[in-house]
């Protein structure tokens, strides 16, 4: 699959730079973690990208309907299976088995905590960021509210490791792919 015909495709469901901007981060991370564990970064990108695909549109039917929408590009059967398994346990019942389903569905909602906490820095950005300081971001249960510290949680048993690992990791991902997250929304807008 060609990554244009990910991005015209999250395009098409996608508006909101808000949905646009996390679509990329997770592109951008689950690269990271392909490249680091030596699986195919583009793949894991695009399943990163298309995540939430259905989510803008259609939140009712979150991870039910993306696989009709990812017939639209004809998406094979372990995308589908991966973007469906990333909402185990809250709207779908696929779930994550494969390290990549397993990474998607941890740092989904801790990428978003990360880039929150980025925000408040006066830096802006998440690469002068501490583990110490996600942590105690991570700890407040008001800050970045809609982000599921019980799914992250979740997320990490899966992978079986440490929350802290899962932290650091996701971090350290994050400030080395962020320059390449805004070019990429540079290039989608």
């Not at 990333?86 to 709207?91: D, E, P």
Request: with cysteine; proline share 2%; aromatic share 8%.
């Amino acid at each position: 699959m060609e990554r244009k015909d990910a991005v015209n495709l999250l395009k098409k469901y996608n508006k909101e730079e808000f949905h646009i901007r996390h679509a990329v981060t997770l592109e951008s991370v689950m690269k990271y973690f392909a490249r680091k564990y030596g699986y195919d970064e583009q793949f894991w990108g695009i399943a990163g990208l298309l995540h939430d695909i259905d989510f803008e549109q259609y939140p009712e039917e979150h991870c039910q309907k993306a696989p009709e929408l990812l017939k639209e590009i004809n998406a094979e059967d372990e995308l589908v299976r991966a973007v469906c398994s990333h909402g185990y346990g809250v709207c779908s019942d696929v779930k994550p088995e494969h390290l990549m389903e397993k990474i998607l569905f941890a740092v989904d909602e801790l990428t978003g905590i990360i880039w929150a906490a980025a925000k408040m820095r006066p830096s802006k950005s998440s690469k002068d960021m501490e583990l110490s300081s996600l942590k105690k971001k991570f700890k407040d249960k008001k800050f970045a509210a809609g982000c599921s510290r019980e799914m992250i949680k979740k997320g990490a048993e899966q992978l079986e490791w440490e929350l802290d690992e899962l932290l650091n990791s996701t971090l350290e991902a994050m400030k080395s792919c962020e320059d390449e997250i805004e070019e990429n929304l540079l290039e989608i807008k």
